[in-house]
């Protein structure tokens, strides 16, 4: 078996393509299904905070309180405390963790918080018992994940198809499960949570601002993130076929009638007391 810190592998790495989606991020976008259990003197812990804008976020909300972040990439946590730094934040702090194997007590948080994690770790139910385990009674565990399959856009374009294929593979050859959304109840059932509550929500870009950042930032990663690296060295796609995939996100991103919108899965569970 593998040890717990090898079950979870990021598919994109930390290329800045990558963190230009991640630092755009906030607690408003991206955990909204959470802010209104929020109380001021909460202890939260941020799994998978990469370059802690929401964490930040979090911080902010909970003045009284402290947040904690972690994330297995130790680079990417000096962005996350000068993000905080920056903001003049004095109630959070970083640390490298594994979400498989948390180095914390039982019952130590308020909540425990995944954004855009369980689709990249090696056993999605551990983790979710895990977030579990170190909740208090009557806290929360919170989580959000998108659904690659059922991402969508305007106008069709069989170049995004193959990205979307592509990416699918790589992922799943990563030890990942790419259409996460969907499956976030099941593994909370299997994870032996039951107060749980399941929504939705999307992001979508449409203006021509949106639409040059969110095809500029997927064209770049196509060829230069580690997402780039293993697909290729996997023998997922040749060199050619991302340079096409990349153009293909280009030119979506110049059609005046382009749309994309990325479906998340999202659950609030409360831990029985």
């Not at 370059?51 to 979090?58: K, M, V, W």
């Not at 902010?60 to 000068?82: H, I, K, N, S």
């Not at 702090?93 to 948390?102: E, K, R, S």
């Not at 069709?156 to 790419?178: F, K, Q, T």
């Amino acid at each position: 078996m593998p040890r717990a810190q090898e079950t979870a592998v990021y598919t994109h790495g930390h290329h800045e393509s990558v963190l230009r989606s991640h630092t755009w991020r906030t607690a408003a976008n991206s955990a909204a299904h959470l802010l209104g259990v929020l109380e001021p003197d909460m202890r939260i812990l941020d799994i998978g905070c990469g370059p802690g804008t929401i964490t930040a976020d979090l911080a902010e909300l909970v003045p009284d309180g402290r947040v904690t972040g972690v994330d297995r990439a130790p680079g990417v946590l000096e962005q996350a405390r000068a993000t905080a730094d920056a903001r003049g934040l004095r109630n959070v702090d970083f640390a490298v963790a594994d979400v498989h194997a948390l180095d914390h007590p039982d019952d130590t948080f308020c909540v425990v918080h995944a954004h855009q994690v369980l689709q990249h770790v090696g056993d999605p139910v551990q983790a979710l018992r895990e977030m579990a385990r170190v909740t208090r009674p009557g806290g929360w565990i919170a989580v959000r994940d998108s659904d690659y399959a059922a991402m969508t856009w305007y106008p069709a374009s069989p170049g995004m198809d193959d990205w979307l294929a592509l990416y699918r593979r790589v992922a799943r050859a990563n030890g990942g499960e790419p259409d996460a959304g969907r499956r976030l109840k099941s593994w909370a059932l299997r994870a032996g949570l039951t107060a749980i509550t399941a929504t939705s929500s999307a992001w979508t870009f449409s203006t021509p601002e949106e639409r040059a950042w969110w095809s500029g930032l997927w064209a770049d990663r196509t060829l230069a993130s580690e997402y780039a690296r293993v697909a290729v060295g996997g023998g997922h796609a040749t060199e050619e076929e991302l340079r096409a995939v990349s153009e293909a996100w280009r030119e979506w991103g110049r059609q005046e009638d382009g749309w994309f919108a990325v479906l998340h899965g999202e659950l609030l569970c409360r831990k029985e007391a």
